[in-house]
């Protein structure tokens, strides 16, 4: 049989897509036969897309198209044969079929459109393989069980059977999200055993995916033959209903980055669920043609530049390494921000020009340097500039505040200027200290951003880790000591990511604060610095890695608040291990750093005795620069990441003491 060919999609007008067509058949085991149309972009949503992945498989498996031999890889034949129907046909869109992908310009060309593709959509099935007798099991559980649970918390004489089968549920969901499942697999004796395969799929890795189920407005999700609402398993999986929580946690719908709710370790599909999530609901707002309520329609900057890193997240997946750009181009443009294009001419394998031309795109269409916090000094590709950021599990974040005594914020518009083919950025600010001193690096990151202990006597390594913080921050203040409370200010803010802060008095803990040490967060940090290791021996060995702690960590602060009880009396144990799983993120890679003026502050692992301490007006925290060039006139430093300076002064409203605005260059 002759081997199919594609015919070359030429439009003057509207863009073309190749649809297949999936005939019917009787048997499950019939052969696959098709018919692949070209038509313009059709309006209305009379196809469906699939969301695959292609887990390096190589095509194989012949498939009939247009009486001629098309052959695919076996994943997407045996998400044909599962979707194809009895009696009708299907109109269906795969990338694998419907783009040429022997030929690069039709692959560009349909790249381009995927966005309009997969928001088109009548529905998008995520196909995660055939499954098992298991996965059925667990997502029937799901599907059925659940909601009538749910619907059991609010009948009298069935809340208290729901509420101990919701326990048992809890438990077995903690159980696959922390521990991949193993042990339930293994056992195969309780409802969820399959569940597994479903929540540590390749799917969830995939780059690609991100956009495909975002842009969504119908999605489903299929093993073998049984299908489930992704929005039903989303629900059920973060629990929406089952607790009172938002729907998207505030610090991942605004901020778009560090989420002190979840563990950094641990459960990775749980945070790329509410990645998802926020996703979704900033294409759900963009999408409003209606505003009852007057709603902030266009994501942050800041979750614009988040968005944008996980194309470099080691931890996604991509067939090919331009992917990782053009995965995002359309959400972008779904969440209103025109598409960031690469440099014309640009070589497909020098990824680190696309995302050099996205950051000065997002630099100049906003007039914003907010990117520059995104740095850490150590480049993810050769010979980049160092103002180019890199990812972070844990970005980086400025401290906001209101007890704060400067702003780095201006109603000014920071100044720069991109030199020499945008390699060199030009910059303006006040050089007002030196670093002069480094501690080790505070915790080793284990790829995740959090840290190991060691395996022989924990405890006592751990201790002494910490006591070398305080020992260092005492040294470095020598000069000006402080008072404990003062004391316990200062680590509380160089140890704790500043979104800690803001996610903890969202949750609606009543207290009275006369200054920021009564705060009962820091208070809690406190005892934390006395008790981690000698009082407290559950934090020693602990994991730490629970996805609910935070949220019981609340509850337990309210009904501290309401009651009046000691502080140690509800949640005491909780409070502790939740703010050791903070510090333990937060300072993960990362140095204490002494400055020649007697400050103490905190910075990326690649910081050096000598580099400068530097306010830029737009940016939000200090930087870090290191010289490279000694020319007196044209000075160029490397950016060595943001740093948390505590107490630095400045304030926006005035300059004295901040000696002469200097210009110089970053490479």
Known sequence: MAAFRYQALKSSGAPLVRLLVVKPAASHDAPLECRLITSPFPSSRRYEAISYTWDGQSPCRPVLVDDSQLLVTPNVESALRHLRRRFFYRRIWVDSVCINQADWQDKMEQIGQMEKIYRGAARVVIWLG???????????????????????????????????????????????????????????????????????????????????????????????????????LSNALTFEGVILQPRVPGSVLLEGGYNPSLPMRGVPFLKRMYQIQALQEWVRRSRRRINIIPIQRRPPLAFIINLILTGINPEFQVTEEVDRFYSLEGILQELGIQPLSPISGTPTNRLDLYFQAAFISLATRFDSLRFLLHTTGEPWAINQPSWIPSHANVPWSPDISESEPYDMESSETPTFVFRDQSRILELSGYFVDTVSSVSPIMTVGDGSQSSKLPSNNPGSRFRRQREGWIRFVRQAISNNPLSYGAEVALLFKLLVHPQVMGYYDRG?????????????LVKHFARWLENAVEVNELLVGSEDSGFDLAEHFL????????????????????????????????????????????????????VQPGDKVVLVRGVGSPLLLRRVSHDEFTPSYRLMGPCNIPWLPWKSSTTEGLGALKQFFVV
């Open 555 to 606: 509850s337990s602060e309210r009904i501290v608040a309401a009651l009046g009880h000691p502080d140690h009396s509800i949640g005491y144990h909780r409070a502790l291990l939740l703010i050791q799983r903070w510090v333990r993120e937060y300072t993960a890679d990362k140095r204490l750093v002494g400055t020649e003026k007697g400050r103490v502050g905190i910075a990326w692992r690649s």
């Open 508 to 520: 609606n803990v009543p207290q009275q604060m006369w200054s920021f040490t009564d705060h009962r």
């Open 130 to 232: 055939e499954g098992q007798n298991t996965t059925s099991r667990a997502m029937a559980l799901l599907k059925w069980k659940l909601p009538i649970y749910k619907l059991g918390l609010h009948l009298p004489f069935m809340r208290y059977r729901a509420k101990y089968a919701l326990a048992g549920l809890r438990s077995e969901l903690q159980a696959a999200l922390v521990h991949g499942a193993s042990s339930l697999s293994r056992a195969n004796t309780t409802p969820l055993s399959g569940l597994d395969s479903i929540i540590h799929h390749s799917w969830f890795r995939r780059l690609w995916t991100l956009q495909e189920i975002s842009l969504a407005r119908r999605a489903v999700l299929q093993c073998g033959h049984t299908k489930l609402s992704w929005r039903l």
